[in-house]
């Protein structure tokens, strides 16, 4: 008896897309002539039963860069398993288990790493680097599981065994989800690639046909869409799910093998995916304190970014990680940290944010230059614009051979692990000439003053008087049009006064 076997091919553009966890390109895969409409026959027929010499081919399945097949070895024991390269030369064929007997496996599916198949009622694991079983096994709903899919979202595979009900179920064999199947069913994919999906394809006999119909696998019922995907009168088989590349864009696809005069493989187009989706993003990135402390400093920077692509970034993630000297030249340091900036970020939409990043203490590296990169996209490495902004360490405090920590995450501005304690820092650098900065730490929001005077008390210059958020700041003096000398500069804010000195050397 000749079995008319089918494969689900979830088609896309591989630069545009992301593909699901089980599933591999094949790039043997070339459509025979212009794919123009769901339904549309694109491939084949390919004769499968001519290099295997089985006319009882079954179960079907793409994986490890090879296309896959069971067969029943022509009604002789061992039953067969048949790998085939992308152009189609048969490669390898290996025996099934001893107790793989009769028709032997079935349908067959795919979860990234193995192949499955049954004959009995558990599910056998199949390595694709050799065509073996592995011996580890899990139950399954039926005698035999016939017809297999499997699910990269859920981790759970799909079953039904002729005329059984379609079932859900996961590694342990507890049924997830059963609904009623009024169909004579061989084979079932999951194509997980379609917008409208996911959809499971199932492969049903009707009659001396074959017909391939769309499934609901979250309402539970057949959605009335199908595919007469008879070639000559023969019986149904497996199926699965293959991407390739269309090269023009994104499309699904379905893949069936038959037995009628011969086994033979055909692919149908099954969903048109539109266009590629547009992913595009511009954005800024500035860091605001150009002194940071080496030890309980906070490094604050600005972020924001538009979406000009025309498709909605459900998540907007941003990455900093810092180098160690400058942004042209430095050398990237191990360390990054990531934070949500927006979500539902439509076309022309635009975010924007004041951060500050803390660092605990980097003391022990002796740092000076010190640069922050940043990358903003769609998720984690998966980003659509980039940049970086450069700041120096100091060390205010004179500690030495502290112990690396670059802290644990980076905050909005009024999120909270703001400082805990209003602190003046030393100036940096000192001695100076002409230039310097002040580094001073705000526990509380207030009004604050920090001014510079002489050695005879005189007032010099007054830096800063006016209100200020909580946080790490700088001030700056520019003292070019003062003699060299002693200077002391003084920080005043509610109930906070303190005084320090530096040396101004011309």
């Known amino acids: 008896m000749r079995y008319f076997f089918m494969t689900v091919l979830s088609v896309l553009l591989i630069a545009s897309f992301a593909i699901a966890a089980d599933r591999e390109v094949a790039p043997g895969f070339e459509p025979s002539g212009e794919i123009l409409a769901e339904g549309d026959v694109i491939l084949g ?25 069971t067969g029943a070895g022509a009604t002789a024991d061992p039953n067969k398993v048949y790998k085939f390269d992308t152009n189609w030369n048969l490669v390898q064929t290996t025996d099934q288990p001893s107790y793989s007997t009769g028709w032997g496996w079935r349908d067959m599916c795919y979860d990234g790493q193995y192949l499955y198949a049954s004959v009995t009622s558990t599910v056998d694991e199949i390595d694709p680097a050799t065509g073996l079983a592995t011996g580890n096994t899990f139950p399954g709903p039926q005698t035999p599981n016939r017809a297999l899919a499997y699910d990269p979202a859920t981790d759970h595979f799909w079953t039904a065994n002729f005329s059984s009900n379609i079932y859900e179920f ?20 999951l194509d997980d690639e379609c917008p409208t999906g996911p959809w499971l394809w199932v492969h049903n006999q009707n009659g001396g046909g074959m017909l391939l119909e769309q499934f609901d696998p979250a309402a539970g019922t057949y959605t009335g869409t199908s595919y007469d995907v008879t070639v000559e009168a023969g ?106 900036l927006a979500t539902n970020l439509a076309n022309g939409q635009s975010f924007s944010g004041y951060y500050f990043y803390h660092v605990v203490d980097v003391s022990g590296l002796g740092l000076t230059n010190v640069a922050i990169n ?133």
Not at 45 to 65: S, V
Not at 170 to 183: A, C, K, M, P
């Open 374 to 506: 940043f990358d903003v996209g769609k998720g984690v490495d998966d980003y659509l614009c980039e940049g970086c902004d450069e700041f120096l360490f100091y060390n205010p405090w004179g500690r030495t051979g502290g112990e690396v920590n670059w802290g644990t995450e980076w905050r909005e501005i009024g999120e909270g692990n703001l400082p805990t304690a209003t602190a003046l820092g030393q100036n940096y650098p000192n001695p100076f000439n002409a230039n310097t900065s002040i580094p001073f730490e705000l526990a509380d929001n207030g009004n604050v003053s920090v001014k510079v005077y002489n050695v005879s008390g005189q007032l010099v210059e007054t830096l800063i008087d006016g209100y200020m958020e909580a946080g790490s700041h700088v001030a700056s003096w520019d003292a070019s049009t003062v003699s060299s000398g002693v200077y002391f500069y003084t920080l005043e804010t509610g109930d906070y006064s303190t005084t320090k000195k530096m040396n101004l050397l011309k």
């Open 45 to 69: 027929p390919i004769d499968i039963e001519a290099p295997t010499g089985d006319n009882q081919i079954l179960g079907c399945e793409f994986a490890d860069g090879h296309y896959w097949f």
């Open 235 to 340: 019986i149904a088989g497996g199926a699965a799910p293959i991407v390739y590349d269309a090269g023009a864009g994104p499309k699904h696809t379905i893949l069936v093998v038959g037995q009628a005069n011969y086994d033979l493989a055909l692919g149908m187009e099954l969903c048109d995916a539109g266009p590629p989706p547009d992913w595009n993003m511009s954005c800024s990135f500035s860091i605001i304190t150009p002194y940071v402390p080496s030890v309980n400093g906070d490094i604050e920077f600005m972020v924001s970014g538009t979406n000009i692509g025309a498709n909605t970034i459900a998540t907007v993630i941003g990455e900093i990680y810092p180098t160690i000297g400058d942004c042209a030249s430095g050398t990237e340091f191990d360390f990054n940290l990531t934070k949500v």
């Open 170 to 189: 996961d590694r342990s064999g507890t049924v997830i989800n059963s609904y009623t199947n009024s169909q004579s069913t061989y084979g079932m994919a």
